[in-house]
């Protein structure tokens, strides 16, 4: 068991969510982690932990959300652990500085939201994406930067999302409620 692994178990057992719904994915997860050494890594067919970042501007009015090539939607930042993760807060910062070109970017370390869900990823085949969600802070007046992992990215106002972003309200009123 890798020591990303090790982390991903025991922060997810430390976390409580606030709800059953959250619980039981939360369950769901552990499972899958109990069952699969390469749970983590992204070459695990049958789904793999992702990490991801609700990004809210300085005052918590605005969220950061890409336009995914292969989505199609927009969606909140994130991505693929890599081997050099050795937390999945770290990778989740990692990926939200990448996505985002933004610098001085701020993590909470509780997760706020997991979700699984069907993707054909870079593995080319379909699998799953077990996702593990935190809540991430830019600095005042931070500029994002469109990565090539994007085909836009934008602020959005916390209370005129987009349309078609599936469980991206919750995430939001979720983090929000963290401040």
């Known amino acids: 068991m890798s020591n990303l692994h090790a982390d991903v178990v025991r922060r997810l057992t430390d976390w ?15 499972a899958f982690l109990a069952a ?15 990490a991801s970042a609700v990004v809210l501007d300085a ?10 090539p292969r989505v199609g939607r927009w969606v909140q930042l994130g991505g693929h652990c890599e081997p050099e993760d050795t937390t999945l807060v770290a990778a989740a910062l990692r990926e939200a500085t990448e996505e985002s070109g933004i610098r001085g970017l701020t993590i909470d370390p509780r997760p706020v939201h997991v979700e699984v869900h069907p993707i054909t990823c870079s593995l080319g ?13 830019a600095p005042v007046g931070a ?23 599936d469980s991206i309200p919750d995430l939001v009123r979720r983090a929000l409620a963290l401040r």
Request: overall charge negative; hydrophobic content about 35%; some cysteine.
């Open 16 to 30: 409580e969510p606030e709800d059953h719904a959250q619980q039981s994915v939360k369950h769901a997860l552990l």
């Open 36 to 50: 699969r050494p390469d749970a983590c890594e992204r070459a695990c067919a049958p789904g793999h932990i992702t």
């Open 59 to 68: 005052t918590s009015e605005h969220v950061l959300l890409t336009l995914h």
């Open 125 to 137: 085949v379909p699998t799953r994406h077990l996702d593990v969600r935190f809540v991430v802070r």
């Open 143 to 165: 500029k994002p930067v469109r990565s090539e992992e994007s085909v836009d990215l934008q602020w959005w106002p916390v209370d005129e999302l987009p349309s078609d972003v």
